[in-house]
Structure formats: structure tokens, C-alpha cells
């Protein structure tokens, strides 16, 4: 059965950054395309960052030079790093896994950006 296990969340501070992890247990990881999604209270999930199989990254506007993608397929995981984080940060963020018609969720984690 595959998962997808999220940490990192939490409470940072305004301008602070975060780091999450997605730990994912699936066979032949390399050939999924990755992503980070997060949705906010009342908000529509939308994609914050993607990573192909052959590491070709897409990020939307509102995260561009703040969030940074990456994975280790030796370690079936993606991560995302958030820099210079603002108050309408503030989501539940979930990792994605898709390869052809299969798309996988995570549960979420819950990263709050408040002074």
C-alpha cells in the first residue's frame, strides 16, 4: 500500500523558514513526479512546487525564489524548503505522488507562519 508520511510543519515566525519532508513507500519512487500542494482555510488545494522524475522543477509565482523543491530518490523522499515565510503561507501543505493514471496524497501537515 503506498504512503505518504509529511513532518516539518509547525510555527514560524514571519520572514522565518520551514523545511518538510514527505517520506514516500512506493516502488520504482524515481519514476513519480513529485509535488507540494497546500491548502488554506476556505481555499482550493493549490501546487506550490513540482519535481519531475528527472528533476525539472516548477514553482507558481507567489513561491518563486522563497520555496526551494528537491528529492533523493535513494531515500524515496521530497522536500520542500520555505524561505522568507509570510502570514498567507499559512496552510495545511501536502505531498503528491503521480505517475500516469496513479495519484497518491499525503495526510498534510500544518505549517502556521504568526509573530
Known amino acids: 500500500q503506498v504512503q505518504l508520511v509529511e513532518s516539518g510543519g509547525g510555527l514560524v515566525q514571519p520572514g522565518g523558514s520551514a523545511r518538510l519532508s514527505c517520506k514516500a513507500s512506493i516502488s520504482q519512487f524515481s519514476i513519480y513526479e513529485m509535488a507540494w500542494y497546500r491548502q488554506a482555510p476556505g481555499l482550493e488545494r493549490e501546487p506550490v512546487a513540482t519535481?519531475?522524475?528527472?528533476?525539472?522543477?516548477e514553482y507558481p509565482d507567489f513561491v518563486k525564489g522563497r520555496f526551494t523543491i528537491s528529492r533523493d530518490n535513494a531515500k524515496n523522499t521530497v522536500s520542500l524548503q520555505m524561505n522568507s515565510l509570510k502570514p498567507e503561507d499559512t496552510a495545511v501543505y501536502y505531498c503528491k505522488a503521480q505517475h500516469s493514471f496513479m495519484t497518491h496524497w499525503g495526510q498534510g501537515t500544518q505549517v502556521t507562519v504568526s509573530s
Open positions: 519535481i519531475s522524475h528527472w528533476g525539472s522543477t
